[in-house]
């Protein structure tokens, strides 16, 4: 029961935390309502859950040196895509199809998530000195610990989603407009952030 609380504390913390995730989020809850944003950051939710179970496993290694390099460059590419998206949300001819909806919100997320290796290394630290401190045991750290991380994630996503559909109604568009340059300028200053790491990291 420990295990699964912890999990879900450091779940609800770390999708709470300021990232490029949770701006895209509410980029989108804000412009398209609660199910595009909630698919974001179930993507991202999923992608922790994933590394939090590879951290436990002790798998971080695997992310360092040359492959650290071109993970950060790879999730930095995939944060500067998501910056376009937001600032030409209605790039297509059919408005209707340019509508993001869950799937294809929860795909982008997950994407970008996975491809951030900084985030497995977080994961691998956050177990190195959670579990000897709550004496939990290996089955534990593999099995409630990533389960609460999940669930964790879940209500903030609940929550972010919610709360940013609900003030979207009273967003007019020019506010949504510079809402969504700004959120893009972010995501975009995440992703080129990335993508110098990443070189730096090879050179």
């Known amino acids: 029961m420990t295990a699964l609380l912890v999990g879900i504390g450091l779940g609800f913390t770390v999708a709470a935390s300021f990232g490029p995730i949770n701006v895209f989020g509410l980029s989108n809850g804000l412009r398209y309502g609660f199910w595009p944003a909630f698919g974001v950051l179930v993507g991202a939710t999923a992608a922790d859950g994933l590394y939090a179970f590879l951290g436990g496993l002790g798998v971080a ?30 790039s297509e001819e059919d408005g209707q199809r340019a509508v993001p909806g ?5 795909a982008v997320a997950l994407g970008a998530t996975l491809a951030n290796p900084l985030t497995i290394v977080y994961w691998a630290a956050a177990f190195a000195g959670v579990v000897p401190k709550f004496d939990l045991s290996r089955v534990e750290a593999l099995t409630l610990l990533p389960a609460g991380v999940v669930f964790g994630g ?33 995501v975009a200053g995440f992703g080129g952030w990335f993508v110098v790491s990443g070189i730096r990291a090879l050179a």
Request: net charge positive; hydrophobic share 60%.
């Open 61 to 90: 290694a695997v992310f360092t040196g040359e492959a650290e390099g071109w993970f950060q460059i790879l999730g930095g590419a995939a944060l500067l895509l998501i910056a376009a998206r937001i600032v030409r949300p209605e």
């Open 102 to 106: 869950f799937r294809r919100s929860f």
């Open 154 to 186: 879940l209500c903030w996503a609940l929550l972010l989603a919610a709360g940013s559909a609900f003030a979207g109604r009273y967003v007019n568009e020019r506010l949504l407009a510079w809402l969504s340059l700004a959120s893009a300028a972010l």
